[in-house]
């Protein structure tokens, strides 16, 4: 996206360095990173950074309205509601397409949202890692708002740990060390210190819950939550006798279970901005569009990119039983704009956020960015293909 900084670096790359580069970043936890990891960075200018900046402000305008909460309520299904939500989500992560408009000119455009983290650990590791390999112009950096690792760390730790002792704050998951995620838990625990806990691990008693730490039982008090209900429900079975975590704890929620929801897919038919695609509940399209190979199909209780349906015709449509649970989206065109040795990539680019306690707005902190050749973002569709995978973006700073 920044020219000469694309051909620099791109003539400057070697398979050689890049292999030392992988080689230094799996070495501190040996076989924790199972996704990709592309080539390159992305270079994003000034201009471009202006016009995410503003559509993500404009949805945070947007979760701060006093009627957000009641539009959303249906948006948690009623057996998965947690009690004691507090106010705001922690965590917020907004994903957009970098794409290209009718004119040919390169805009951002909104792809998803999620109230819940993401990579806030990893993504302090692994561009400090790449850093050793490659450098990167001092007038650009992956952190906003003015942060260092130092003062991002120390942010983090502040959101995450709170006023309680760090010993009492726990990362939940199902089964975390099998989760292809988990670099992004190691490197939590690194800089925070906080243990790392699986749902079976945890031991309740009453209204309180416990975990085993050195053959200590150590109250928890608070709990980053790492948990996706869609993913506790297939595994469920499986997982033997667990807490129930929607039942009325004396714990903190770091975010709370409830924003996974509010914030997310089912948001987007509320917003309305330049940069975020058209969307409607299903149920409430009075006409169907008759270009429907415009538009995509996606269900709003899977994640992942389960069940989403691309290339849409009417049959699709008409085998949906419960459309209040479907959104429709119009397409939006990704732009082929990262050169590479062979066909250009596709990227999206995913602001990352935190809400402290007590902050009246979130605070933009990071960024992750995912290379493509295939036709959607994502593992599948990205077999066999070089240049392409997690990457990091460096943002022009403002002069």
């Known amino acids: 996206m920044v020219p000469e900084l694309r051909k620099k670096f791109n003539e400057e790359f070697s398979e ?154 726990i990362l939940l998951e199902i089964k975390p060390h099998e989760q292809k995620t988990r670099i992004d838990f190691y490197c939590t625990q690194d800089y925070t210190d906080i243990a790392i806990v699986c749902l079976t691990d945890l031991i309740q008693e009453g209204r309180n819950l416990y975990y085993m730490k050195e053959d200590r039982k150590i109250r928890v008090r608070r709990i980053y939550n790492r948990i996706i209900f869609d993913d506790l429900h297939a595994k469920k079975a499986e997982l033997g006798n667990i807490p129930d975590i929607t039942s009325d704890l004396d714990v903190e929620w770091v975010p709370h279970p409830n924003w996974f929801y509010r914030i997310s897919k089912f948001t987007l038919p509320f917003l309305d901005h330049p940069y975020i695609p058209k969307t409607f509940f299903l149920n409430e399209i009075k006409q169907m569009p008759t270009d429907l190979e415009n538009y995509v199909l996606k269900p709003l209780f899977s994640f992942a990119g389960q069940g989403v349906v691309i290339d849409l015709s009417s049959a699709d449509i008409e085998k949906i039983t419960d459309p209040e649970n479907w959104i429709l989206q119009r397409k939006v065109k990704y732009a082929d704009v990262i050169e590479t040795p062979d066909v250009p990539a596709k990227a999206e680019i995913r602001m990352m956020y935190i809400w402290k306690d007590g902050d009246a707005r979130p605070v933009l902190m990071t960024n992750l960015s995912r290379l493509s050749k295939g036709k959607m973002i994502g593992v599948r569709y990205n077999k066999d293909k070089e240049w392409v995978g997690g990457s990091v973006c460096y943002f022009e700073k403002k002069k």
């Open 16 to 169: 050689k360095v890049y292999e030392e580069f992988l080689k230094d970043l799996n070495s501190k936890h040996p076989g924790a990173i199972e996704f990709r990891i592309a080539e390159t960075p992305v270079f994003v200018p000034l201009e471009f950074a202006q016009k995410i900046n503003d559509t993500c402000e404009t949805i945070i305008d947007f979760i701060l309205e006093p009627s957000f909460k009641e539009l959303t309520e249906r948006a948690i299904p009623k057996n998965e509601y947690v009690l004691h939500e507090n106010r705001q989500s922690h965590f917020l992560a907004f994903d957009f397409g970098i794409c290209i408009n009718e004119s040919g000119e390169y805009e951002p455009q909104l792809i998803e949202m999620q109230g819940f983290p993401t990579l806030f650990g990893f993504q302090v590791y692994y561009p400090e890692v790449l850093e050793k390999y490659w450098k990167i112009p001092s007038d650009y950096s992956h952190y906003f708002n003015g942060l260092s690792k130092e003062s991002y760390i120390r942010e983090l730790k502040v959101l995450l740990i709170g006023d309680v002792n760090p010993e009492e704050v």
